[in-house]
Every structure is written in structure tokens, then in C-alpha cells.
């Protein structure tokens, strides 16, 4: 009975000993399918070539060039805006400025960097935004005469950053691509 003890006694002792290893980091690993663009076919006085992975939804009928590019897998949304220039193209240009100043209470950091297209006469600005802010990016493009369009990246979760920063930066892929290949048209 004796031997039974000390060989239980010694097996406790040897089995549990204190040998605690570091976990290694773990990070999360989200692939998207690489883009395949096509360009789109509206009754609009723009076209822009979008990926295949976005669908194209109308947003409002009573703004025919409203539409959305809703991207179903990551519970996201490109609205885009169009509004013809009428002699108003300060007061776009001004609300268009504006819009990424709302998001600066949650966003860390708003970098905007200009864009042009001489050839194509698209002009504009392209906004990224970082942080916990409820837009990831915005443009807004325009001729400098007759058309002007704006575009915003919305999630439809809350906004966490570091969770959703996968998908942001692959829908900012698709809305640059979306700026470089726009394409102003008379009706």
C-alpha cells in the first residue's frame, strides 16, 4: 500500500510541473476574392467601371443617379450621388469639403489627396479616413461644368476600426479604381 502512495505521490509531482509556453499571436485571416472589373451601363451622364463581387442597386427613384454598390459578404455600401452642376458648383464643392469633417470626432486621421484626369476632365478629391468613424472613404468628382459626383463607404455595423479595416481597405481599392476609370457622358 505503501509503494501504491509514494509511485501516486511521484507521479503528481512529475506530471504537473509549471512548464507554461507563450501563445503565439494570432491574427485573423480574411481573404476576398481578387477584383474583376466590367463597366457598368446606366442612363446616367457618368459610367465607371465597378467590381464584379458589388452589385448595382438604385437607391432613390426619384434620383435616378443615386445608386448604391452594396457588397453583400461584407455588410457594406458605396453610395454615390450625382447631381448636375447648375450654376452651383461652389455650394457642391463647399457641402462636399464638409462631409469628411463629420466624422471627425471618431476619426483619428482624414487624409485627402487630389485627384485629376485632364484627358477624361474628372476632378476631385479623395478622402480616407481612419478610425472608428462611420465612413472609411469619400470622393467627391466633377467636370468643373456640368456633373458632379459624390461617393461614401458605409458599413452597416457599428464602427470598430480594427474589425473592419480588411474590408475597408479592399472597398477603398474598389472605390479608387471607381474615381480613375469615371467617365462623364451627355445624355
Not at 502512495?5 to 507563450?22: E, G, H
Not at 451601363?41 to 448595382?56: G, H, I, M, V
Request: charged share 25%; aromatic share 12%.
Amino acid at each position: 500500500m505503501l509503494r501504491i502512495c509514494l509511485l501516486f505521490v511521484l507521479i503528481s509531482i512529475t506530471s504537473c510541473s509549471d512548464n507554461t509556453q507563450p501563445k503565439p499571436s494570432g491574427f485573423l485571416a480574411l481573404n476576398y476574392q481578387e477584383a474583376k472589373y466590367s463597366k457598368i451601363a446606366l442612363d446616367c451622364p457618368f459610367t465607371f467601371e465597378k467590381n464584379d463581387f458589388s452589385n448595382l442597386e438604385k437607391d432613390n427613384p426619384d434620383q435616378a443617379c443615386w445608386v448604391n454598390l452594396t457588397y453583400p459578404k461584407m455588410n457594406a455600401k458605396i453610395y454615390l450621388t450625382y447631381t448636375p452642376v447648375e450654376d452651383n458648383l461652389r455650394e457642391l464643392l463647399i457641402d462636399a469639403q464638409k462631409l469628411p469633417e463629420k466624422h471627425t470626432i471618431k476619426a483619428d486621421l482624414i487624409e485627402a489627396s487630389v485627384y485629376q484626369n485632364e484627358k477624361k476632365r474628372t476632378f476631385g478629391n479623395f478622402y480616407e479616413v481612419e478610425g472608428d468613424a462611420a465612413s472609411q472613404a469619400q470622393f467627391y468628382m466633377t467636370d468643373s461644368t456640368s456633373h458632379f459626383l459624390t461617393g461614401s463607404i458605409y458599413f452597416e455595423v457599428q464602427p470598430n476600426y480594427d474589425s473592419i479595416l480588411p474590408a475597408a481597405n479592399y472597398i477603398k481599392k474598389d472605390m479608387r479604381h471607381l474615381v480613375e476609370t469615371l467617365e462623364w457622358r451627355e445624355n
